[in-house]
Antibody, heavy 123, light 108 residues
Framework: EVQLVESGGGLVQPGGSLRLSCAAS????????MHWVRQAPGKGLLWVSH????????FYADSVKGRFTTSRDNAKNTLYLEMNSLTAEDTAVYYC????????????????WGLGTLVTVSS | ENVLTQSPATLSLSPGERATISCRAS??????MAWFQQKPGQAPRLLIY???NRATGIPARFSGSGSGTDFTLTISSLEPEDFAVYYC??????????FGGGTKVEMK
């Protein structure tokens, strides 16, 4: 069974940093492109970032570019999101998302989502 | 960035009725549109991908259509568990990947 379990969320002050993790199981993590998507309280979905299966290519939304870094450790089946210079606008539930099909076979079709981890940026 | 506009924002219907949700893209996405369902406190669930393909385990009452810039999600006969928020998402013109603003299907 595919499982994605995010952790690392919490309360952080404006300007602070946080690292989110996503532990993957039930599939060959090293062959799947992965994404982060966030959802501010009561709002819609916003794509944050992507990382290729081998970690060699990454894309970011303009709103987080230069502040957030996505990485992965395929030996540990774990996806990361390093977030710096956080502002109140970054307050959201952050979801770890898997693409359907290994090696980008179907493109960015999101078939499995974690339950999310809440990041709250507030003083 | 491709802007996806969903309509209506809210749909008030009764169980058994037909629900039709629209998603219009500012740029053509060919057939590369997906639909998700999200219930309160839950992660989104993939319903439809590439305009009309039902994801694994999705009931046949959910169907998708469209191409280019205009897409529709149809729920043929609403079940009580279908009352939720629905989002469209395109994957042709990325980065960035974009989602629609959401349509809430509420019980009348």
């Amino acid at each position: 069974e595919v499982q994605l379990v995010e952790s690392g969320g919490g309360l952080v002050q404006p300007g602070g940093s946080l690292r989110l993790s996503c532990a993957a199981s039930g599939f060959t993590f090293s062959t799947f492109w992965m994404h982060w998507v966030r959802q501010a309280p009561g709002k819609g979905l916003l794509w944050v970032s992507h990382i290729k299966s081998d970690g060699s290519v990454k894309f970011y939304a303009d709103s987080v570019k230069g502040r957030f870094t996505t990485s992965r450790d395929n030996a540990k089946n774990t996806l990361y999101l390093e977030m710096n210079s956080l502002t109140a606008e970054d307050t959201a539930v952050y979801y770890c998302v898997r693409e359907m099909g290994a090696d980008h076979r179907y493109g960015a079709v999101f078939d499995y989502w974690g339950l999310g981890t809440l990041v709250t940026v507030s003083s | 960035e491709n802007v996806l506009t969903q309509s209506p924002a809210t749909l008030s219907l009764s169980p058994g009725e037909r629900a039709t949700i629209s998603c219009r893209a500012s740029q053509s996405v060919d057939i590369y549109m997906a639909w998700f369902q999200q219930k309160p406190g839950q992660a989104p669930r993939l319903l439809i991908y590439d305009a009309s393909n039902r994801a694994t385990g999705i009931p046949a009452r959910f169907s998708g259509s469209g191409s280019g810039t205009d897409f529709t999600l149809t729920i043929s006969s609403l079940e009580p568990e279908d009352f939720a928020v629905y989002y469209c998402q395109e994957r042709k013109n990325w980065p960035p990947l974009t989602f629609g603003g959401g349509t809430k299907v509420e019980m009348k």
